[in-house]
């Protein structure tokens, strides 16, 4: 089992930045890919970002290429989520989940585990 929890949201202007962290709990977190993924409101989760297990490899959605950094941090069993140049449209309700397995991981099918999410509100 691995516990997961997200801790950064919160409102920001327009233009702004937030860091997003979610910390791991329980199995060995070097061995699991990470994925960050959003739900707005009326909408589908989506995936924005996925890193690999050595944090080697990542994967970004269009809409966020450019202004979000994904990384990770295996002996802090942390994953981040650096948001900068923030638009409104990155309001959502942000996920992050582990999958045991070395490579990333773009499928939300394949992801095992799950955190609670943390709201990040966008102001125009």
């Known amino acids: 089992q691995v516990q997961l929890v997200e801790s950064g949201g919160g409102l920001v202007q327009a233009g702004g930045s937030l860091r997003l962290s979610c910390a791991a709990s329980?199995?060995?977190?070097?061995?699991?890919?990470m994925g960050w993924f959003r739900q707005a409101p009326g909408k589908e989760r989506e995936l924005v970002a996925a890193?690999?297990?050595?944090?080697?490899?990542?994967y970004y959605a269009d809409s966020v290429k450019g202004r979000f950094t994904i990384s990770k941090d295996n002996a802090k069993n942390t994953v981040y989520l650096q948001m900068n140049s923030l638009k409104p449209e990155d309001t959502a309700v942000y996920y992050c989940a582990a999958d045991r397995t070395l490579r990333v991981v773009t499928k939300e099918g394949r992801y095992d585990y799950w955190g609670q999410g943390t709201q990040v509100t966008v102001s125009s």
């Open positions: 329980g199995r060995t977190f070097s061995n699991y890919a």
């Open positions: 890193i690999s297990w050595s944090g080697g490899s990542t």
